[in-house]
Nanobody
Framework: QVQLVESGGGLVQAGGSLRLSCVAS????????MGWYRQAPGKQRESVAV???????NYADSVKGRFTISRDNAKNTVYLQMNSLKPEDTAAYYC?????????WGQGTQVTVSS
């Protein structure tokens, strides 16, 4: 079992920055990948960024060059640094972890970007 708690969301103007944090607890040593997803009202949840155990990262085309996913193993924390935010980045952002074929989700944190 893995528990995920996100924080760092908020209201920001277009062009601004936010950093989301996701703290993992539980059976974390077997986590193979962690990522950030987002879901805007009326839309499907989509992958934003993923970091796998070896450190390889993948990003959605819409956020490449603006968002950076990173992790601090000592703090069991994954971050999503979001720069040059756009109104279309407005969504609930969810942390995700994959462990032995199972997927775990955090409760989500809201990011709102005003124009």
């Amino acid at each position: 079992q893995v528990q995920l708690v996100e924080s760092g969301g908020g209201l920001v103007q277009a062009g601004g920055s936010l950093r989301l944090s996701c703290v993992a607890s539980g059976t974390i040593f077997s986590i193979s990948a962690m990522g950030w997803y987002r879901q805007a009202p009326g839309k499907q949840r989509e992958s934003v960024a993923v970091i796998i155990r070896g450190g390889t990262t993948n990003y959605a085309d819409s956020v490449k060059g603006r968002f950076t996913i990173s992790r601090d193993n000592a703090k069991n924390t994954v971050y999503l640094q979001m720069n040059s935010l756009k109104p279309e980045d407005t969504a609930a952002y969810y942390c995700n972890a994959t462990l032995l074929g199972n997927t775990y989700w955090g409760q989500g944190t809201q990011v709102t970007v005003s124009s």
